[in-house]
């Protein structure tokens, strides 16, 4: 049973557009959800993180949006550019055990 | 400053043979994690390290995983036998507990592959 689940496994955008990944979850007792960046032949590396006390959380051109009746976040990248592609992955966390989903490959073509 | 350590970057071994994997985490991170990740998924906790105490090993393959972190600094996870299915790329990662809340800073990760 999967309880951090993205659904969409790539995404193309073109430069400038907005991209929105989405991310899934199931279990309500997630208290802090985060994204993640992955190029190839790298670690994951952190890029935006919300608490379940708020709804929205923004840094520069990332945006991530949580709606916790539905059990659902996003993060909108605005605008998109091409070093944005890369493998996304969304974790939900409670008690410091994280839950991954299995990525969304973004391609932001120039 | 440097970011989290590890190697061996690639390893191909056969079946049944001992592998063991080194991370040396951000300095002064007291949180050390080891997630594995199989090919199109996103990783997966093994174990969890407060300075050197485990205090989350609930989905550590005991039979045939093993990990230590001795003085709460470096950490070494080993599988021994290695199965087919233990392919995989195995990720470190640090963090600093109770300054920003679970900010995960990970390896390059070691790519295993068994023959």
């Known amino acids: 049973d999967q309880q951090v689940k993205q659904n969409s496994p790539s995404l193309s955008v073109q430069e400038g557009r907005i991209s929105i990944l989405n991310c899934d979850y199931t279990?309500?007792?997630?208290?802090?959800f985060l994204w993640y960046k992955k190029y190839p032949a790298e670690g994951p590396t952190f890029l935006i993180s919300i608490s379940s006390i708020k709804d929205k959380n923004e840094d520069g051109r990332f945006t991530v949006f949580l709606n916790k009746s539905a059990k659902h976040l996003s993060l909108h990248i605005v605008p998109s550019q091409p070093g944005d592609s890369a493998v996304y992955f969304c974790a939900a966390s409670r008690a410091y055990k994280y839950i991954f989903g299995t990525g969304t490959r973004l391609k932001v073509l120039a | 400053e440097a970011g989290v350590v590890q190697s061996p970057r690639y390893k191909i071994i056969e079946k049944k043979q001992p592998v063991a994997f080194w991370c040396n985490p951000i300095?002064?991170?007291?949180?050390l994690y080891w997630y594995r990740q199989n090919l199109g998924q996103g990783p997966e906790l093994l174990i969890r390290?407060?300075?050197?105490?485990?205090?989350?090993d609930s989905q550590l393959p005991k039979d045939r995983f093993s990990a230590e972190r001795l003085k709460g600094v470096d950490s070494t996870l080993k599988i021994q036998p290695a199965e087919l299915g233990d392919s995989a790329v195995y990720l470190c990662?640090?963090?600093?507990?109770?300054?920003?809340?679970?900010?995960?800073?990970f390896g390059p990760g070691t790519r295993l592959l068994v023959l």
């Open positions: 390290y407060e300075n050197e105490e485990a205090v989350d």
């Open positions: 990662a640090s963090s600093l507990a109770g300054v920003s809340r679970e900010t995960q800073y």
């Open positions: 279990n309500s007792m997630f208290d802090y």
């Open positions: 300095s002064g991170h007291n949180t």
